[in-house]
């Protein structure tokens, strides 16, 4: 199960990639946040397996996992891929394919957990036909790090948490930092994916701290 900061490498320096990464997995974060975006569901292209691959076993040496959030048109296509390359848990949006159940027995079937993501003008209900272990509520319209946080998410974590009961974590991307992961909380979510705020910050490990402070974990 995933829990607490994810820090999104999105934001990272990729000229230093690794370094980055075991900063954060130092600094105490478990979940490691992979964007994936294709150009077609969301207009930017960004990282594919490769990248998984790379980061994969210094991840794994941590005992954290790598959670893929896969922004992309018919994601049932590149699940096997990124199973592959070593991620932990795979996100698929609703808004992306109209196999969506597919899709998520897909993930299953490579053994990785399944999440099941909502774009801000996605009604909660588009998950009540499918299972999945998370719920990933974006907190801001996919495709760019550095948004502001979206204030009718509060009350949407509220409906999501209702919808899927006490125990299954909710993920918020987009726009977290400590005041809005701490609201965010307390509305709901278990797991806070955080980009610019973590290595946009002078000190990345200090936020990672501060955010994980917030949230009482
Ligand atoms: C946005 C991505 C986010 C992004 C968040 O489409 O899904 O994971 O990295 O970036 P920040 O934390 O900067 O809002
Ligand atoms: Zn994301």
Known sequence: MLKGIAPSILAADFARLGEQVDAVLAAGARVIHVDVMD??????????????????????????????????????????????????????????????????????????????????????????????????????????GGQAFLEPSIAKLGRIRELVGETKPIEVDGGIGAETAARCAAAGATVFVAGTAVFGAQNPQEAVKSISAAVGR
């Open 39 to 144: 150009g077609h569901f969301v207009p930017p292209l960004t990282m594919g397996d490769l990248v998984v691959k790379a980061i994969a076993d210094q991840v794994h040496e941590a005992n954290a996992q790598i959670d893929v959030h896969l922004m992309v048109e018919r994601p049932e296509q590149h699940v096997k891929a990124f199973a592959k390359a070593g991620a932990d848990s795979i996100t698929v949006h609703v808004e992306a394919t109209p196999h969506l159940h597919y899709a998520l027995q897909a993930i299953k079937a490579e053994g990785c957990l399944t999440g099941v993501a909502l774009n801000p003008g996605t009604p909660v209900e588009a998950i009540s036909a499918v299972e999945a272990d998370m719920v990933l509520c974006m907190t801001v319209n996919p495709g760019w």
